[in-house]
């Protein structure tokens, strides 16, 4: 007998383009972009977002990359307004003009959020390795005067922790509705940094602190989103709700993932919307249902009572870390890996390195090595290449 089809998702993570203008050293997407030449075409994404609609989807991110790179992006926005589809553009803010906003806006764009490195324009820049905070400033200018909801995110990490309340002052100056804190995980590029991006315990202390105490200032005023790091608490996160549970990714050329970051999972084997509609990805696809539920689960998530909640932490975090992307999360404290993120976070720290930055052409990077992880048997996880 087949298993009951899974609860459809409620949110289509549209990545358009992996073209960027910004260089961040946390940045998630793959190692391997997807070239400009592999993107969906116009029509593909039009076809998407009808499946998605059909499907039950209700809510779309426009990301990339740099979506406003699309030259029909609009054409884009109308076919998501079309499918009945609540739009939002994730955006660094760069090319962001009044003209273009106006043609999105007319085609539907439904909210804006904006991406900021720091509060302080030349870390901004050095964040973003390149000119980049007078742009996003004057975007955010043109989104409140189009009447559109604004959002912030930060990406939070070792060089702006220390700045929280200078970024939450910001984000009230340029009058945004809601401000994400979303402290770095370590996948795609980011993984390479994190030497440099890692913070300090005290550092995340401090700006949980500062984050409670202004979320009870701004109260009823701007919605304060703090999105706990990965590391440091012992206690693994539900990655997007779960695997396959109530979200999917179409990356620019395609392929559909669970999550952002299942790209990196090396014998996924993902579908792709080329090859298979919305609806058979989610429901039969071998990837989408690979770590769906607690089935799979072996170790100490196979009996623990919190496996309905984290379901096992995140898979991409177990294979960036051991290997093997169906071993206990490390980032949980009952795992048999713990102790690898403890010597991440435990650690002698020295002074960071630099970034290496992600620019268009750069040779490619090796990750880090990653710790070998011995399980309850004795047995050694492979080290992933």
Request: hydrophobic residues 40%; glycine residues 8%.
């Amino acid at each position: 007998m087949r298993s009951p089809a899974p609860a459809r998702p409620w949110a289509l993570l549209a990545e358009l383009t992996h073209a960027c203008p910004l260089h961040c050293p946390y940045c998630s997407n793959p190692l391997e972009l997807a070239r400009k030449s592999r993107e969906l075409s116009t029509e593909q994404w039009t076809d998407v977002l009808r499946q998605a609609g059909e499907f039950g989807i209700v809510h779309t991110h426009l990301s990339g990359g740099e979506p406003l790179l699309r030259d029909d992006l609009e054409t884009i926005v109308a076919a998501a307004e079309s499918a009945r589809l609540y739009t939002q553009l994730v955006t660094s803010g760069t090319g962001l003009d009044e003209a273009r906003l106006t043609a999105l806006t007319g085609a539907g764009l439904r909210s804006v959020q904006l991406s900021v490195q720091h509060a302080e324009s030349g870390a901004n820049d050095r964040i973003a390795g390149r000119p980049s905070f007078a742009a996003k400033e004057r975007a955010a200018a043109l989104v409140r005067a189009a009447g559109l909801p604004l959002g912030l995110n930060v990406v939070l990490h070792r060089d702006n922790l220390d700045a929280v309340d200078a970024l939450i002052d910001l984000g009230v100056a340029w009058g945004v509705d809601r401000i994400e804190l979303a402290n770095t995980q370590f996948y795609g590029w980011g993984l390479l940094n994190r030497a440099a991006l890692l913070p300090t315990r005290d550092q995340l202390d401090r700006a949980g602190e500062t984050v409670a105490r202004r979320r009870a200032e701004l109260a009823g005023a701007v919605d304060l989103v703090w999105v706990v790091p990965d590391y440091f608490d012992g206690v693994a996160k539900p990655c997007m709700g779960g695997w396959g549970a109530v979200s999917l990714t179409v990356a620019p050329d395609g392929t559909a993932l669970p999550c952002p970051a299942a790209a990196s999972l090396p014998d996924l084997d993902p579908p792709n919307v080329r090859d298979h509609s919305l609806a058979w990805i989610w429901e039969r696809s071998p990837a989408f249902g690979r770590y769906r539920g607690t089935d799979w689960m072996t170790g100490p998530c196979g009996s623990c009572p919190r496996r309905e909640e984290d379901f096992g932490g995140c898979r991409c975090q177990a294979f960036a870390l051991t290997g093997d992307a169906a071993r206990t999360d490390p980032a949980c404290a009952l795992s048999p890996d713990h102790a690898l993120v403890r010597e991440l976070t435990d650690g002698g720290r020295t002074e960071p390195p630099p970034y290496v930055y992600r620019r268009p052409g750069a040779a490619p990077v090796p990750a880090p090595a990653r710790t070998t992880a011995t399980d309850t048997a004795g047995r050694t996880a492979p080290n992933a290449r």
